[in-house]
C-alpha cells in the first residue's frame, strides 16, 4: 500500500501529471505517511527520472517544466506538515540562503530552506538568481552565521565561489560559514572554493547546519 502510493506519486512525475502528483501526495499524507518520506521516496525519483530523460534527449524542456510544477504545488502540501511536526522553541541560529546568480531552480533550495526552518534556523529565503553583493547585503543587515549557497548548473557553480570572494572583500568572510549544495556540487569543489560545507540532500544540510554553528 505504501509503496504503491510512492510509486504512483514518483508515476505521476515521469507521465507529466502534476494534478495526479497533488492527489497523491494528498493520500499518502492521508495514510499517515511521513513529509519527508513522501520527499525523498516518491518525489524525488520522480524528479531523477525527469533529469536522465531529459539528458538522453528522451524528455525535452516541457517536461522539465511540467515535473517541477508537480513538485512545487506537493511540496506546498507538504510545507506545513514538514513545520507542524517539528515545532521549535529555540532558534538555532540564523540562515541566509538562495540559489546563485544565473541559476534559477528552486526546488531544492527551498526544500533545504524549509526543513531549516523546521529544524529551528531563522531562515531568510532570498530566492533564485541571487547576486553575490545581494548575499552579502543580507548577511551583513541579518548578521547571520550560516550562508546556504544552492547551484544546479556546472555553469553557475562558479558563482558559488564569486559569493565567497565578495564576503571577503566585504570583510565579513570570517563571520559567517558557508555551505554549498546542488546537483553537480562535489565536497571536492567545496574545499577548491574554500566554502565551510557541503550536503548531499536537505536531511544533510540540516545535519551540516547544526555541525557549523555548534
Ligand atoms: C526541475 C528542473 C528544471 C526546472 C526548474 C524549476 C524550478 N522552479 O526549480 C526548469 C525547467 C526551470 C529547468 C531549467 C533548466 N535546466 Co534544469 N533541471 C531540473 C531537474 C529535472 C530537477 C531539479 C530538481 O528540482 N531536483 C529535485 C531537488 C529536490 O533536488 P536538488 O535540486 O538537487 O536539491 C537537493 C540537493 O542538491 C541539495 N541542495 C540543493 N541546494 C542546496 C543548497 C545547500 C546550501 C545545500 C547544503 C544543499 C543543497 O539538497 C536538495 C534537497 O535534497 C534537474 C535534473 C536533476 N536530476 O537534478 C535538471 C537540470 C539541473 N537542469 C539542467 C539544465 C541544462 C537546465 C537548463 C539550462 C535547460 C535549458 N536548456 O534551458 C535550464 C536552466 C535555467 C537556469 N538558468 O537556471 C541540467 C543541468 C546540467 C548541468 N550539468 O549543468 C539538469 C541536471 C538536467 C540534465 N540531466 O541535463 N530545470
Not at 56 to 81: C, D, K, R, V, W
Not at 187 to 214: C, F, P, R
Request: aromatic fraction near 4%; charge should be negative; avoid cysteine.
Amino acid at each position: 500500500m505504501t509503496l504503491e502510493l510512492l510509486k504512483r506519486i514518483t508515476d505521476s512525475l515521469v507521465d507529466g501529471d502534476p494534478d495526479a502528483t497533488v492527489e497523491g501526495t494528498r493520500l499518502a499524507l492521508d495514510a499517515g505517511l511521513a513529509p519527508l518520506t513522501i520527499i525523498s521516496d516518491g518525489l524525488v525519483p520522480g524528479m531523477e527520472v525527469v533529469g536522465d530523460r531529459f539528458q538522453t534527449g528522451e524528455y525535452f524542456l516541457p517536461h522539465l517544466i511540467i515535473a517541477a510544477s508537480g513538485m512545487q504545488q506537493a511540496m506546498e502540501l507538504l510545507e506545513p506538515e514538514l513545520k507542524q511536526r517539528h515545532e521549535v522553541v529555540q532558534r538555532l541560529g540564523t540562515v541566509v540562503i538562495g540559489t546563485v546568480q544565473g541559476d534559477i531552480h528552486e526546488i531544492g533550495k527551498t526544500l533545504v530552506a524549509t526543513l531549516l526552518s523546521a529544524a529551528g534556523f531563522q531562515v531568510y529565503d532570498l530566492g533564485v538568481n541571487v547576486s553575490a553583493a545581494e548575499f552579502v547585503s543580507k548577511v551583513r543587515e541579518t548578521n547571520a552565521g550560516l550562508l546556504g549557497l544552492s547551484a544546479l548548473l556546472t555553469t553557475t557553480m562558479t558563482a558559488q565561489r564569486q559569493v565567497i570572494d565578495a564576503l571577503r572583500e566585504a570583510g565579513i568572510r570570517d563571520r559567517v560559514k558557508v555551505m554549498v549544495g546542488g546537483a553537480p556540487v562535489s565536497q571536492e569543489w567545496t574545499e577548491t572554493i574554500g566554502a565551510d560545507g557541503y550536503a548531499e540532500d536537505a536531511v544533510g544540510a540540516v545535519a551540516l547546519a547544526k555541525n557549523l554553528v555548534s
